[in-house]
Each structure stands twice: as C-alpha cells, then as structure tokens.
C-alpha cells in the first residue's frame, strides 16, 4: 500500500461547503476527541491490547535531556511495562546528546540507540523527525507512541491517553495529544487552542487549506501514537515540519476519520522565545509549502530560500542574523530495502 | 510506658532469613517504586491543602487491587489489606502533609542514584506505603494480620496530628501495633515520643502607639527582646530540653517599621514537668515585654505533646534492631513527635522507622539516595511479617 498523490483542491467559499465542513468537523470532535481519564481502567486497556494481539513502542527522541530522561523512562517503564503490561518496548532514540542522556535512559531500563547507528549506510542527518523515522526501522511495535522527554510532569497517562484510541478502535490510524483542561476556569466557554505558532500560523494555514484538519486542537504537540502500517508510508520531514506533514499525509490518504485526539490536560515544559518559535515558524512553513505543491493545490512556488532572517539590537544598531533552516525529508520506510528486509515486506 | 508484652518476643528468624530476597525484590521493582514516590511527591500538600495527594495514594492503592479504600473527612488516605485470620491490626502510617506551598515546584529529577525535589523525604513515606503492597504481591506474601496503610492529612504545623487522632478515634480496626514511616535517615529507630509544645509569638504594634516609649523602634525590635530572654532561659543537660526558634516573619520593608513580627518555636523536652516550666516562663516574657513596651503580645500555643513511649526492650523495638543489624543499617535512636505521639497517647506500641538517606540542598529542595531504598523497603516488610508472625511465648 502506498500513497497516491492525486491533486486535491483548495476548499471552496461556497457558503455550503463551508457549513459541511462546520458539520463535518463538529461530528468528529464529538466521537474522536477523548479525555485521558476515558482510559483510566488500565487493566481493562491491557486486556484490550492482548485480546487485539498488537504490540506496543514507546519511542522517546533525545538531545542533551539529562535532567529529564530519567523520569521519562521511569514512569513509563514502571507504570506501563512492570506494573501494567500495556507497553513492550521502550526506547530512546537520540541525536548524539553530550550529556549522560542515553547512560541515564539506559540505567532505567530503556533501550537506547544514537540514530547514526540505525541504517548507517544512509547519510546521516541531525534532527528529531530523524530519529521519529528511523524509530520505525529499529522498533517492533505495531503501534509507536512518541513522547518528549522535557515534559516536566509526565504520567503514564501521556502513554495509555494516546494508544487507547487505536487500541479500542480499529479504524482509527493516528492519535494526537492535546493539552486543555485548566485547573481554575470560572466561565462554562473558554477559548481552547494550541500555542503561539499554532495559532497564528498552522491554524490559518489549515482554515485555508484543509479546513478539517483545524479541528485537531494542537497539531504540533510532540505526543502521538500511530499504527505502522500508516507510519511507514509518510514521508518524514527531520526538522521542524514533521507533524504539520504528517497531518497532511494522513488526512490526504485516510480522511479525517482515521485521526482520533486525547485531552492530557496539563503539560509542563519549557517554554520557547519568540525567536525559537520564529525558526519553527519558518520550518513548518517550508514543509507546508512543499506539501501544496506536491499536493497540486499551487503551482507556481518559486524555489524558497533557507535562509531565515532576524534582528538584534546592539546599542542603537541593529544586526540581522541568518539561520540556514533546511527540511530536509526522508522517504517513507517503506522505500528503504533494509525496512522491508527486516519486516519481510 | 505503652504495651503490656514485654514478657513476649516476636520471631524475627522468618523474616531476616528472607531479608536478601526483599531486599532483591525491592531493586527489581525500582520503577515502580520511584513512579510511585514521583507521582505522590509531585502533588503539592501543604498541611490542611493534601486531599488531591492522598486521594492519589488511594488510586495508586486502588490499581493495586486492594478493595477496602477511602480518603475520610479529614483527608487521609487508608486502604486496608485483609489478613488471613485478622485477629491483629497492624498499622503503617506515614505523614502526606508537607511544609511546602502549593505554589513552589513540585517538580521531581530522577538521575541513577538519587532523586531531586520539593519535599521528598516527606513524600517518601507515602510513596513507600504505596509500594509495599506490590512488593507482597510480588513476592507472594500474605499476612495473617489486617494491614492498614494510613497516609495522614493534617499532620506538621498546625495540623497538630489532627489526621491520625481523627483515624485512630474513628476507625473500626482497633490498632495492635504501628509503625510509622519518615523519608530519613535510613536507621531511624523511634520509639518514644518527647514532650512538646509548639506556639506562636505574635508582636503587633497598634496603629496608636506611642513612638516615645520604650522599644518605640516597632515590632522588630520588641521582638528582638522577647527573643533574648527565651535564650536566656536556662536548659538542663538532663532532661534533655531544647527550644527551637524555627522562624520569624515580619515587616513589609526597608523604610518602614515593623508593625508586625511572629515567631514561631517549639518547646521540646524528655519531661513534661520541664515544657510545662517553660512554657510558663515563656508567657511570663510575653507578659513583661507587653507591658514595658506597649506593643499587643501574644502567645499562641496550637499543639502539644506528652512524652511517652515503649522501652528499647519492648519486642517491637528489639524486633526492628534485629532486622537492622541482620541488614548491616546502624541503628539511629531518636525521639519523635510526629504521628508516633498520637499513638503512644492511645496505649498503642508504635516504632518510627526511615527509608532512605537525604540531604537539604536548599529550603526546599532535598536530595534523596535510591539504593538505601531497597533495605529501607525490606526493613519495613520485614518487620510488619514479624509482627503478623504473633507473639510467642
């Protein structure tokens, strides 16, 4: 099975299309977004699992997480691996940390791997959707759930939250996490949305171009969980781009039906600078670009720089700074003879 | 003194010949230990505020299998294991209160040897309750006893043990015998309680106050006096007495005086008679400075305990320096006055034992080792399966 590109258009105004739309995504909010606590029973999601026959990988990408890794695998290992066996296998895929990352990761019972080791014969390339994709080649799962490792309160829920849906639910191919629930609200409506580069970028960029895809509450959260057989055939961008393609990708090929989203409610990380989020931004952006284009819905883009620019004061003088953001992609999986050799496919 | 066995011992051979396999049993479920003490100790529970921690203990409990939970009126967690004949109550009872504010980070590090975070060696006594059962469980122990596994609320502070007296005045399980859990130091060995009086001094100017008499410099300043004459009270070496000035809060800032200063201490001694005389002086200086100064004085006592306990030769006490030994853990004497207090006032034998060793790093950060945990979990285990073994003649 592979993906078809066949041209897609852009949405139409028609007044029409829109309220379809409207419906469309308000019916899939309703029976596809969940709240981790749907999945509490972990003894009756264990059972699920078994009776289903599918395995489960955590995959967790890593560069320079020291002081985090350690809670990471800890949690997921203790809670899903020794106290309920939920997951089978639990991974760290890192980037070439200079830290103790991968001794700290390993010490709690994680498997752990540096990316340039797997598939060495391919030339290396740095980024977390590296390690995302060479994840699929070095795990056995038929589910993998990727998970940062700076999330400051990590629970097992951000584990069992994502893969119950694809657990209980056949048809349902891709899980992403979002994080809503706030401890104090006063009014029965609040607003309910992703960060500052969702909203001002990723969000409008679907309301333009895939309107159903603005139903997924955070498109870029790092936490999701995806069956195989849809992980092998997307291509995987290795910077900032890759869940922006993914989303694409999947909902291209399965519709929205096959994306299901689970509420985890709080997340604690570390928060980005603005200009972080610029870079981001200008990734995202080139990724999305590159996606219209192969997705025939623009036709004429002009080759896009690589080259980010921004700004610093210095006294009463201001410097421009070049970043050279690259989004570089790997094929799908499913391209490279050695996946298929070890998979037998 | 608490109990009438004295005449009894408990056989420890049973559970110090199995000493190594609890200790292996306890490093095999390292994971789930440290998952356990992370997602209690993460959740911030400040004294009167740790009904979400306990309630998390209860679920931690309740994902175990054990049927019998709650968390009660006061906010303590129980769950109970059946024993097999439960003829004997035995209970395990750790503080889930903390002195840390709900708005500091709770946040734990994990690194292969020790773990980082607010409060720990607190929260290391619930999470070791937690633990304890899948550790039996994985380890095939049943007892013959009921286990109750108390994670009280209302405990430091001005909680004055509220949770635990609350537990011991209402439940339907007349407690045998208890052992009460502390983070450190690993070789804690309590087993009686010192007298004790905790109290706040509050110093207030009024708003009409005299600037020209004396000590006219605000409450710091009165505060400061009253300070000098409870170090002047004279301490004898026997009984051991001490006081504790724990902290002083007041003014708002620089340039301007003080209108308010509380201080908050605690009286400690071996002989109820002794913080009884000073707890009179104490209010004598309140008085006396009140007077030259002018300033409104007053003297809040919220919690007091007696001294009491069991001796170094009760079989409880004998049974828990066995198991320290046959474990190579030296033996660290103290007294307490925490949820052991609320114990020896109801006649019931009681110990307080440590887990791990920790250090403060910082106000509110501790440091805390793992691998004394292993020992600190096989020398609670094994003295609860003594216990359970009955007493024999």
């Given at each position: 099975?592979?993906?078809?590109?066949?041209?897609?258009?852009?949405?139409?105004?028609?007044?029409?299309?829109?309220?379809?739309?409207?419906?469309?995504?308000?019916?899939?909010?309703?029976?596809?977004?969940?709240?981790?606590?749907?999945?509490?029973?972990?003894?009756?999601?264990?059972?699920?699992?078994?009776?289903?026959?599918?395995?489960?990988?955590?995959?967790?990408?890593?560069?320079?997480?020291?002081?985090?890794?350690?809670?990471?695998?800890?949690?997921?290992?203790?809670?899903?691996?020794?106290?309920?066996?939920?997951?089978?296998?639990?991974?760290?895929?890192?980037?070439?940390?200079?830290?103790?990352?991968?001794?700290?990761?390993?010490?709690?019972?994680?498997?752990?791997?540096?990316?340039?080791?797997?598939?060495?014969?391919?030339?290396?390339?740095?980024?977390?959707?590296?390690?995302?994709?060479?994840?699929?080649?070095?795990?056995?799962?038929?589910?993998?759930?990727?998970?940062?490792?700076?999330?400051?309160?990590?629970?097992?829920?951000?584990?069992?939250?994502?893969?119950?849906?694809?657990?209980?639910?056949?048809?349902?191919?891709?899980?992403?996490?979002?994080?809503?629930?706030?401890?104090?609200?006063?009014?029965?409506?609040?607003?309910?949305?992703?960060?500052?580069?969702?909203?001002?970028?990723?969000?409008?960029?679907?309301?333009?171009?895939?309107?159903?895809?603005?139903?997924?509450?955070?498109?870029?959260?790092?936490?999701?969980?995806?069956?195989?057989?849809?992980?092998?055939?997307?291509?995987?961008?290795?910077?900032?781009?890759?869940?922006?393609?993914?989303?694409?990708?999947?909902?291209?090929?399965?519709?929205?039906?096959?994306?299901?989203?689970?509420?985890?409610?709080?997340?604690?990380?570390?928060?980005?600078?603005?200009?972080?989020?610029?870079?981001?931004?200008?990734?995202?952006?080139?990724?999305?670009?590159?996606?219209?284009?192969?997705?025939?819905?623009?036709?004429?883009?002009?080759?896009?720089?690589?080259?980010?620019?921004?700004?610093?004061?210095?006294?009463?003088?201001?410097?421009?700074?070049?970043?050279?953001?690259?989004?570089?992609?790997?094929?799908?999986?499913?391209?490279?003879?050695?996946?298929?050799?070890?998979?037998?496919? | 003194m608490t109990g009438n066995e004295a005449q009894h011992t408990f056989?420890t051979?049973?559970?110090?010949?199995?000493?190594?396999?609890?200790?292996?049993?306890?490093?095999?479920?390292?994971?789930?230990?440290?998952?356990?003490?992370?997602?209690?100790?993460?959740?911030?529970?400040?004294?009167?505020?740790?009904?979400?921690?306990?309630?998390?203990?209860?679920?931690?409990?309740?994902?175990?299998?054990?049927?019998?939970?709650?968390?009660?009126?006061?906010?303590?967690?129980?769950?109970?294991?059946?024993?097999?004949?439960?003829?004997?109550?035995?209970?395990?009872?750790?503080?889930?209160?903390?002195?840390?504010?709900?708005?500091?980070?709770?946040?734990?590090?994990?690194?292969?040897?020790?773990?980082?975070?607010?409060?720990?060696?607190?929260?290391?006594?619930?999470?070791?309750?937690?633990?304890?059962?899948?550790?039996?469980?994985?380890?095939?122990?049943?007892?013959?006893?009921?286990?109750?596994?108390?994670?009280?609320?209302?405990?430091?502070?001005?909680?004055?043990?509220?949770?635990?007296?609350?537990?011991?005045?209402?439940?339907?399980?007349?407690?045998?015998y208890?052992?009460?859990?502390?983070?450190?130091?690993?070789?804690?060995l309590s087993y009686s309680?010192?007298?004790?009086?905790?109290?706040?001094?509050?110093?207030?100017?009024?708003?009409?106050?005299?600037?020209?008499?004396?000590?006219?410099?605000?409450?710091?300043?009165?505060?400061?006096?009253?300070?000098?004459?409870?170090?002047?009270?004279?301490?004898?070496?026997?009984?051991?007495?001490?006081?504790?000035?724990?902290?002083?809060?007041?003014?708002?800032?620089?340039?301007?005086?003080?209108?308010?200063?509380?201080?908050?201490?605690?009286?400690?001694?071996?002989?109820?008679?002794?913080?009884?005389?000073?707890?009179?002086?104490?209010?004598?200086?309140?008085?006396?400075?009140?007077?030259?100064?002018?300033?409104?004085?007053?003297?809040?006592?919220?919690?007091?305990?007696?001294?009491g306990g069991i001796q170094i030769g009760h079989p409880l006490v004998r049974c828990c320096r066995t198991i320290m030994n046959?474990?190579?853990?030296?033996p660290?004497i103290?007294?307490?006055?925490?949820?052991?207090?609320?114990?020896?006032?109801?006649?019931?034998p009681a110990v307080?034992?440590?887990?791990?060793?920790?250090?403060?790093?910082?106000?509110?950060?501790?440091?805390?080792?793992?691998?004394?945990?292993?020992?600190?979990?096989?020398?609670?285990?094994?003295?609860?399966?003594a216990?359970?073994?009955?007493l024999s003649?």
């Amino acid at each position: 099975m592979k993906f078809n590109r066949t041209i897609r258009h852009p949405p139409s105004s028609d007044p029409r299309e829109a309220k379809r739309v409207g419906s469309s995504i308000q019916e899939w909010i309703d029976h596809n977004t969940y709240h981790h606590s749907d999945f509490r029973d972990i003894r009756k999601l264990v059972e699920a699992k078994k009776e289903s026959g599918q395995t489960i990988s955590v995959c967790i990408p890593t560069l320079n997480e020291e002081k985090t890794i350690g809670k990471t695998v800890v949690m997921v290992k203790g809670e899903l691996m020794d106290r309920h066996p939920l997951v089978d296998e639990i991974a760290v895929i890192d980037s070439g940390s200079e830290d103790n990352t991968r001794e700290v990761a390993a010490e709690f019972g994680a498997d752990v791997y540096l990316a340039s080791d797997i598939l060495p014969d391919l030339e290396p390339k740095r980024g977390k959707g590296e390690n995302l994709w060479k994840a699929i080649y070095q795990l056995k799962g038929d589910i993998i759930c990727y998970i940062d490792a700076d999330i400051k309160n990590i629970h097992s829920r951000f584990v069992y939250g994502l893969v119950a849906p694809l657990i209980y639910r056949p048809e349902v191919r891709y899980v992403k996490a979002f994080y809503d629930r706030p401890l104090v609200f006063s009014e029965g409506v609040r607003p309910s949305g992703g960060g500052r580069v969702t909203e001002i970028l990723v969000r409008p960029l679907f309301s333009l171009f895939f309107p159903e895809l603005t139903a997924v509450i955070q498109p870029l959260s790092g936490e999701y969980a995806v069956r195989r057989d849809v992980l092998q055939q997307v291509p995987f961008p290795i910077g900032y781009g890759v869940e922006t393609s993914h989303l694409i990708d999947v909902y291209d090929k399965y519709g929205l039906s096959a994306f299901a989203q689970t509420d985890l409610d709080q997340r604690v990380h570390r928060n980005q600078a603005t200009t972080d989020l610029g870079k981001m931004a200008f990734g995202i952006l080139r990724a999305f670009l590159a996606r219209l284009k192969s997705l025939g819905m623009v036709k004429d883009l002009p080759d896009l720089s690589v080259i980010l620019r921004q700004f610093q004061a210095r006294d009463t003088k201001y410097e421009e700074i070049e970043y050279e953001i690259r989004e570089e992609e790997r094929p799908p999986m499913i391209t490279i003879p050695e996946y298929k050799e070890k998979f037998g496919l | 003194m608490t109990g009438n066995e004295a005449q009894h011992t408990f056989d420890t051979s049973g559970p110090v010949n199995r000493l190594p396999e609890f200790v292996h049993a306890a490093k095999d479920m390292r994971e789930m230990a440290i998952g356990n003490l992370v997602l209690v100790g993460e959740i911030p529970a400040p004294t009167f505020q740790e009904k979400r921690r306990t309630q998390e203990f209860v679920h931690r409990l309740i994902d175990c299998g054990i049927q019998d939970c709650s968390v009660d009126e006061v906010g303590n967690g129980i769950g109970i294991i059946p024993g097999e004949s439960g003829e004997q109550n035995i209970l395990l009872a750790a503080n889930a209160d903390s002195i840390h504010g709900i708005d500091i980070d709770h946040a734990i590090s994990v690194q292969p040897d020790h773990l980082i975070g607010c409060g720990l060696s607190t929260s290391l006594g619930v999470g070791t309750l937690a633990t304890l059962p899948m550790m039996m469980d994985s380890l095939g122990i049943k007892l013959r006893s009921n286990l109750i596994l108390l994670a009280t609320a209302r405990s430091a502070g001005r909680g004055n043990l509220e949770g635990i007296r609350y537990f011991l005045a209402n439940n339907k399980y007349p407690v045998s015998y208890g052992i009460c859990l502390k983070g450190s130091p690993l070789g804690r060995l309590s087993y009686s309680s010192i007298g004790m009086v905790r109290a706040d001094i509050t110093c207030r100017v009024p708003s009409e106050y005299d600037w020209t008499r004396f000590g006219a410099s605000g409450a710091v300043l009165t505060m400061n006096q009253i300070i000098s004459n409870i170090s002047a009270i004279p301490l004898p070496r026997k009984p051991v007495t001490n006081i504790v000035l724990g902290s002083i809060d007041g003014g708002s800032t620089y340039d301007r005086i003080a209108r308010q200063v509380v201080l908050k201490f605690e009286i400690r001694s071996e002989d109820a008679a002794m913080v009884h005389s000073i707890s009179e002086q104490i209010d004598d200086i309140v008085a006396e400075t009140a007077a030259q100064s002018g300033a409104e004085i007053t003297l809040n006592v919220f919690a007091h305990r007696e001294p009491g306990g069991i001796q170094i030769g009760h079989p409880l006490v004998r049974c828990c320096r066995t198991i320290m030994n046959a474990l190579q853990i030296t033996p660290r004497i103290m007294p307490s006055t925490s949820e052991h207090s609320a114990l020896i006032d109801n006649k019931i034998p009681a110990v307080t034992l440590g887990i791990s060793t920790s250090e403060s790093i910082s106000d509110e950060q501790d440091q805390l080792k793992i691998s004394p945990m292993y020992k600190g979990l096989a020398q609670v285990l094994a003295a609860v399966l003594a216990v359970d073994g009955g007493l024999s003649a």
